[in-house]
């Protein structure tokens, strides 16, 4: 048996996981990115605020916890997840993975590894369905 990691939001009953090389999934069903490419079609969430208007579709900045927001982009209910803020590896590295498994692209703002073992070192997930989708999302963070 694999080890895995679960992103749980008990008020709710939703359950995410993920085994490396298992799939992902959403109470027992598998999950996949949305396959958005375009930035005027795509629903991005968003923790912060951006300074510029980006031509998104729409967005939604849920207030919840990162891991559950990033969540929602390997389910395809978001397209994209931009992090305006820094977290620690706490509040991102399950979801990673559960994005990683269904087929989701995570990455630092400033390319640097996501895994982390100090707790001060803290990094800038931007999550998207698509490489096409996460070269727009880079964008838009990098006009902050």
Not at 12 to 33: I, K, L, R
Not at 39 to 62: D, H, M, T
């Amino acid at each position: 048996m694999r080890a895995g990691l679960v992103v749980n939001q008990a008020m709710q009953s939703d359950c995410y996981w993920a085994t490396a090389g298992g799939g992902a999934f959403h109470n027992g069903e598998a999950m996949h990115p949305s396959g958005c490419v375009e930035l005027g079609e795509a629903v991005v969430g968003v923790s912060g605020i951006p300074k510029v208007r980006p031509r998104w579709g729409q967005f939604r900045a849920l207030g919840a916890a990162a891991a559950l927001d990033i969540c929602l982009v390997a389910d395809g209910v978001l397209d994209a997840w931009i992090d305006f803020n820094t977290h620690g590896v706490w509040d991102y590295l399950a979801s990673a993975l559960i994005c990683q498994e269904a087929g989701a692209l995570v990455v630092d703002i400033r390319g640097r590894d996501l895994i982390v073992q100090e707790h001060s070192h803290r990094r800038t997930p931007l999550v998207a369905a698509t490489p096409a989708l996460l070269e727009i999302v880079k964008q838009i963070r990098d006009q902050k």
